[in-house]
């Protein structure tokens, strides 16, 4: 079966292809606050080792004993549950439960051109599910299951600081093998990739492969932190960088899906270029008239620093923070303006998207 990728200029001869697993056995290339059904409290937190002293006993030698605490493990045990397979006539890939009215977050790219999907959850059992909406510029999509008692949902992690070199865990059906967990680090927080522009994704070098797009990327706690999407690769497979859709961007998408209303993201109101003297930052080209950055009073020629309070290093920066903030929310922006450093606050504006 012909494989299905997405192809980009950015770093040839490397190839941008998303995570999802197309027909029965053909293989194309790789991609709410609630409870979990284990409480996140009952994962432990990093890696440990501890070290204890037995009293010696005959015949045994009088070297200390390692007891290793597996936090993979435990978070695995909470996650998996919530995690289900979605199958259309296409192929299949992954998802989330998150919500207790049964709904799923995945990747529109798994179930586009679907109606209805077949999902499998995490004891093997099946159920038919409705794909609410999808969105294909931020690629995230909503399906909805008829909920059941004590049906598991995941935690959100939506507005946590998620930091570079923090643990990553992958869970989905890569090639078909459902409830498949991998693990790694955070490699990077907002970037953005060539084929999915402005869109805010973490990097990781957690394993992910066809069938894992729209499962999610959990942190230490068992919270879902983003949904596996896309990777970099030659070769076809997993080579270590990866990327999901972070979750505060999936949420405020998934939440217009699931009310029925057309998707809009933030809007500030720019044009911007790269500053000349190399200076970190954006520089503002243009100002839209009647938009948020015109009430704020943000001049061409302006150097935005920091995005409520987090220092901006380029243009990309700016845009990912602006897109995974919900519209009508109130930022602070800081400005050079002819060397003088002030602040203004925006109520950003929103786009159809």
């Given amino acids: 079966m012909a494989s299905k990728t997405k192809r980009s200029n950015y770093l040839l001869p490397w190839v941008l292809v998303v995570a999802w697993l197309a027909g029965t056995i053909g293989l194309v290339a790789v991609a709410g606050d609630d409870d979990l059904a284990v409480p996140a409290t009952t994962i432990p937190a990093p890696v440990e ?3 204890t002293t037995p009293q010696p006993t005959v015949g045994s030698s009088d070297q200390p004993t390692i007891s290793i605490v597996e936090p993979v493990a435990d978070i695995a045990e909470a996650v998996r549950p919530t995690v289900v397979q979605l199958e259309t006539s296409l192929g299949l890939g992954s998802g ?4 207790p009215e049964g709904y799923i977050l995945t990747a529109a790219h798994v179930v586009e051109n679907s109606r209805r999907v077949t999902v499998r959850l995490s004891d093997g059992s099946s159920t038919e599910g409705v794909v609410v909406g999808t969105h294909a510029a931020t690629d995230v999509a909503v399906v909805k299951i008829e909920p059941f008692p004590g049906m598991p949902v995941a935690v959100l992690a939506t507005g946590a600081d998620i930091r570079v070199g923090q643990l990553a865990v992958a869970l989905g059906s890569p090639f078909g093998l459902d409830q498949t967990v991998t693990a790694g680090i955070v490699s990077a927080v907002d970037r953005v990739v060539p084929n999915a522009p402005g869109v805010s994704m973490i990097q990781t070098d957690a394993a992910i492969n066809p069938g894992n797009s729209g499962g999610p990327l959990v942190d230490s706690q068992g ?3 983003g949904i596996n ?3 970099f690769t030659s070769s076809g497979g997993n080579e270590g960088i ?3 859709i972070s979750i505060d961007l999936a949420r405020i998408v998934a939440d217009q899906l699931v009310a029925g209303d057309e998707v809009q993201l933030a809007f500030l109101g720019v044009s911007t270029g790269e500053v000349d003297s190399g200076q970190a930052g954006v520089l503002v080209q243009e100002v839209i008239p009647g938009t948020a950055a015109a009430d704020a009073g943000i001049e061409v020629g302006d150097i935005i620093v920091a995005f409520n309070g987090e220092p ?4 990309s920066d700016l845009k990912v923070k602006i897109i995974s903030t919900p519209p009508g929310t ?4 800081d400005i050079l303006r002819n060397d003088e450093a002030i602040r203004v606050e925006a109520t950003l504006g929103a786009t159809r998207s």
């Fill in 49 to 51: 080792v501890v070290t």
């Fill in 96 to 99: 989330v439960i998150y919500d």
């Fill in 223 to 225: 919270r879902v932190i």
């Fill in 229 to 231: 999407d896309q990777i």
């Fill in 242 to 244: 990866g990327f999901a």
């Fill in 312 to 315: 901006l290093g380029d243009i």
């Fill in 330 to 333: 109130v930022v602070t922006l």
